[in-house]
């Protein structure tokens, strides 16, 4: 395979700095700044990929048009505090997510046009924790959602899988392909703690039933159970789905130190679980990998376990 084909795309971009949470917020721009600037270290192999606003109809992929319209209304009258949860807003905050969701389509069209082989996109805010119709969990429009729709409805693929990392579990994203066969949500989730949601019984509802995987594990365990349970639960799922594409809901809460995430994982255990979403791509979608950055509140542990992530995608 040829240098160019093995390249990897990375997205970011100063303009998610301006999404401002206001002081002493763990989803804070100063996280962001100091990931962009690791990212800036990156070598020349990686290709920067350069994003785009999403439409409304790209954003009602996922979401329903009175909650669009309500997330537009909020902002205009200068919240801080989006009405549907604990999001703080300000008044750049419609336009910077619109950015976040459009630099995620943008990052899955380079992955579809063989420009890059997989892609990670530093955005902010997060996603996951957004359903089709309510914000919550710093989260506004859900990225990865969005993205899952639109490689359906524009690129026509059949069967999407969405690999959910954060220490959270991204209750949106389910809420959202609960009863949807042809997404596969599975998420790593430190157990019983926001949203609450996420217990191993939950395995998809009517038509869905058997497309959802919910792995919660216990406070303060290391990576060796979640990577235990990627041999035993999520290698074998994958495999038996078959996916055409593979996204990546990729927080950097779990990691040992970080101020709101109460697992103890390290940058290695970031890198494991990539080479192993690696393995499965190449082996189910030709490598097609689209992740997205969710969660991670200690700046300097997200800087070098989304550093450890990116680098076992080549
Ligand atoms: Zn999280």
Known sequence: MSAEKRSVGIHFDATYEKHDTGPHHPESAERYRVLE?????????FLRLPGRRATV???????????HDL??????????QLRTGDTAICEESYDVTLEASGAVLAAVDAVMADKVFSAFCA???PGHHATATRGMGFCIFNHVAIAARYLQKKHGLQRVAIIDWDVHHGNGTEAIFIEDPSVF????????????????????????????????LPGASDGTLALAAWDAQITPAIDAFQPDFLLISAGFDARINDPIGGLHWSDATFAAMTRRCVELAEKWCGGKIVSVLEGGYNPAGLASAALAHVNALV
């Open 185 to 216: 949500y599975l998420s790593l989730h430190e157990n019983d703690i926001y949203p609450h949601t996420g217990p191993a019984t939950e395995r998809g509802q009517g038509k869905g039933l058997g497309a959802n995987l919910n792995i919660p």
């Open 57 to 67: 109809s790209e954003i009602l992929l996922a979401h329903e048009h009175y909650y």
């Open 71 to 80: 997330v537009y209304r909020d902002v205009e009258s200068f919240a801080h």
């Open 123 to 125: 955005v902010r805010p």
């Open 37 to 45: 600037s690791a990212l800036q270290e990156l070598p020349e192999n």
